[in-house]
């Protein structure tokens, strides 16, 4: 069995190594872009974080379009991923030149990346089968998204967990959109590739800002924990709208 998969994969790995490249593109980095531009609105305050998440929250199959177009394409890339990782060699050591560190970059992030999704899909999205609450539908889920960074013990270990999370899917996405276009023929001149990585590396910018201009609204504003208040009120907080970070209110 495991001999006619290993086969199977060497037979396939031209067009599975062209799968991979073309899923880390599309669909998982038109998600991280749409998912960077989402979180970012939080920067603007619950109510525009909240009109765009109630927007995706309602989308007809949902379920059906989270495993088809997010999860199923990121559980091939991160497996196929990791028989590649495993089994190219890494010459950082013996040929210290920039491809080799980013070559090594690119297996690394990957792999921070994988941990740091699953963490963060127990923390948010499935959260409700560890005892949390129902992320689709929740009716503040800027609220929700607040609480869950500063009231899930410990509050203050989800900063850097996020912050290296992110950097290493910006790294990895915006690194993988230039070996993109090298392995589907789009960058082929040494010219063509320098000008993609300026632009691939400003993309990278704007996805980071995105980032930590969620972190940063998302963590600063106070959220009392509903467990620590009477429970009818404890109720009515989480229906209830936060002011925005930035509003001076
Ligand atoms: C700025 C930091 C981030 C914040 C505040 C954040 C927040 C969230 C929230 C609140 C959810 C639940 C959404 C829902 O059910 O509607 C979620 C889902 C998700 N996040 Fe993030 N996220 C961040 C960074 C990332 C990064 C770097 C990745 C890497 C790819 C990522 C991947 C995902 C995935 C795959 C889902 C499930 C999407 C879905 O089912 O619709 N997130 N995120």
């Known amino acids: 069995m495991t001999q006619d998969v290993e086969n199977w994969t060497t037979r396939n790995h031209f067009m599975l190594r062209r799968l991979h490249s073309l899923t880390g593109i599309i669909p998982i980095g038109a998600f991280l ?19 765009q998440v109630h927007w995706l929250h309602e989308l007809h199959y949902l379920i059906w379009l989270e495993i088809l177009f997010i999860f199923a394409p990121i559980a091939f890339h991160g497996i196929y991923g990791a ?16 491809d080799n560190w980013r070559f090594f970059l690119q297996r690394w992030t990957g792999i921070i990346t994988v941990v740091f999704v699953i963490v963060h899909l127990g923390h948010f999205r499935f959260a409700h089968w560890f005892g949390g609450e129902v992320y689709p539908g929740a009716p503040n889920p800027f609220e929700l998204t ?6 899930i013990p410990p509050g203050l270990i989800w900063f850097p967990i996020y912050l290296i999370g992110l950097i290493s899917a910006v790294y990895h996405f915006s690194n993988g959109l230039v070996t993109f276009c090298i392995t589907w023929g789009i960058a082929i001149s040494v010219e063509s590739r320098k000008r993609l990585s300026i632009v691939a590396s400003g993309i990278g910018v704007v996805l980071l800002i995105w980032g930590v201009m969620a972190l940063y609204a998302l963590r600063t504003v106070h959220v009392p924990n509903p467990r620590d208040i009477p429970s009818s009120e404890g109720a009515r907080l989480v229906q209830q709208e936060v002011p925005p970070p930035n509003s001076g209110s």
């Not at 872009?33 to 974080?49: R, V």
């Not at 028989?83 to 920039?98: D, E, G, Q, S």
């Not at 607040?146 to 009231?151: T, V």
């Open 33 to 51: 872009i749409e998912h960077m531009l989402t979180n970012s609105l939080a920067w603007f305050g619950p109510e525009k974080f909240n009109e």
């Open 83 to 98: 028989v590649i990782a495993l089994t190219a060699r890494n010459n950082v050591t013996k040929y210290p030149y920039a």
């Open 146 to 151: 607040a609480r869950g960074f500063a009231n």
